[in-house]
């Protein structure tokens, strides 16, 4: 497995979670590393990525409530979210971006996130 996302679960409205994605050593590159969720129906969508140059992009929808950081020495990424809405409720995963290194994508297998008003 090249990916493997966890933390997700249900939850409230207003609480937190904490999300884990642990990359092989042979492709995490924290600079390429990013979250993004798929709500039933919806396409998928960026939640929060860093750039490459280091870095971090969220969408407006989640900005001030999520925070993506990074570990090097666990090749792990994280995606910490509070003030949980309903409307977070998704499968959310981890991507790996193509980059002059790696030139494909790398995707874990998605964690769900159930947020109950």
């Known amino acids: 497995v090249q990916l493997q996302a966890s933390g997700g679960g249900l939850v409230q409205a207003g609480g937190s979670l904490r999300l884990s994605c642990a990359a092989s050593?042979?492709?995490?590159?924290?600079?390429?590393m990013g979250w993004y969720r798929q709500a039933p129906g919806k396409q998928r969508e960026l939640v929060a990525v860093?750039?490459?140059?280091?870095?971090?992009n969220y969408a407006d929808s989640v900005r001030g409530r999520f925070t993506i950081s990074g570990d090097n020495a666990k090749n792990t990424v994280y995606l910490q979210m509070n003030s949980l809405k309903p409307e977070d409720t998704a499968v959310y995963y981890c991507?790996?971006?193509?980059?002059?290194?790696?030139?494909?994508?790398?995707w874990g297998q998605g964690t769900q996130v159930t947020v109950s008003s």
């Open positions: 991507n790996r971006r193509r980059t002059v290194e790696l030139l494909r994508d790398y």
């Open positions: 860093f750039t490459s140059v280091g870095s971090t």
């Open positions: 050593g042979s492709i995490f590159s924290i600079k390429a």
